[in-house]
């Protein structure tokens, strides 16, 4: 059986093939639906696209093609022009991997006992001291696709300027009833929140609250996050990012304080890149 006639769905005798007939089965051979699936490169979809073109344009091109020919060549015309959409939407969607910045000498040494997303409520007891401040944000790849179960980390100051860390032996004295870090997990939607207070500046650094974020398939993350208006380095050492601005948020009043978890908010989103 010719394979022109039993893609043309009715079965003939063999006959010798004329030179239309080659012509019109290389034609369609060229955009028979499977070879669509191997030609995954950008590259390759481009080429198809000029085939096809090629054809249309050619003399036994479209008017000599038969029903099922045209309904397939339709098919593969339109799954091409979606495909070098789809390539370019995801091209353009391409985000840029937050900032690192330095560690600084206080990562939390001892994440035993009460560690999560509060850190004004410990033991039950509310700490008053400070600003409270409803932090939130999203953690998401390169892509603006959310990440799911990112461990997010963040450790600062009291309201009086100091880290509950070991080594912090600053001359104001720790205020007990400030958790001073905390840890979440992303929710499905790649969200996290913490409660805690708007840190102080101390020293010469101004208000700052640190970052450490982890995620299954991404290069971990460590950062600090700034706020607008207060962010500029008082300290010479010259090991902090330069990218300053990116790194800083506003915070802003939340209005109705009286149902609010907290007096300000801000959001702080993070891009992590893939390993």
Request: net charge positive; aromatic share 8%.
């Amino acid at each position: 059986m010719n394979r022109c006639n039993a893609l043309d769905g009715a079965p003939k005798e063999s006959a010798r093939p004329t030179a239309a007939n080659r012509e019109k089965t290389t034609a369609f051979a060229s955009f028979h639906i499977p070879a669509l699936r191997r030609l995954a490169p950008p590259r390759s979809t481009v080429v198809m696209m000029g085939l096809i073109v090629r054809a249309l344009n050619s003399p036994q091109g479209f008017r000599t093609m038969n029903e099922s020919r045209r309904r397939a060549l339709q098919w593969i015309t339109a799954a091409a022009t979606v495909r070098l959409s789809n390539q370019s939407t995801a091209q353009s969607s391409v985000l840029a991997p937050t900032p690192r910045d330095t560690e600084g000498p206080f990562y939390p040494v001892d994440w035993t006992g009460e560690v999560d997303g509060d850190l004004i409520s410990v033991g039950g007891k509310h700490y008053s001291q400070g600003t409270s401040l409803l932090l939130l944000g999203r953690v998401l790849g390169v892509n603006g696709l959310p990440i799911v179960g990112a461990r997010v980390e963040i450790w600062q100051v009291d309201a009086t300027g100091r880290y509950r860390h070991p080594n912090d032996d600053g001359e104001r004295p720790l205020k007990r009833g400030f958790q001073g870090f905390g840890r979440v997990l992303t929710d499905p939607q790649g969200a996290y929140r913490f409660r805690t207070i708007k840190p102080i500046a101390y020293q010469s650094r101004p208000a700052h609250i640190h970052f450490r974020v982890a995620a299954k398939g991404y290069k971990e993350l460590t950062t600090q996050m700034y706020f607008a208006g207060e962010n500029k380095e008082g300290s010479s050492w010259g090991g902090f990012s330069k990218e300053r601005d990116r790194l800083t948020v506003t915070a802003t009043p939340i209005r109705d304080e009286a149902s609010a978890e907290a007096k300000l908010t801000a959001t702080f989103d993070i891009v992590l890149a893939t390993v």
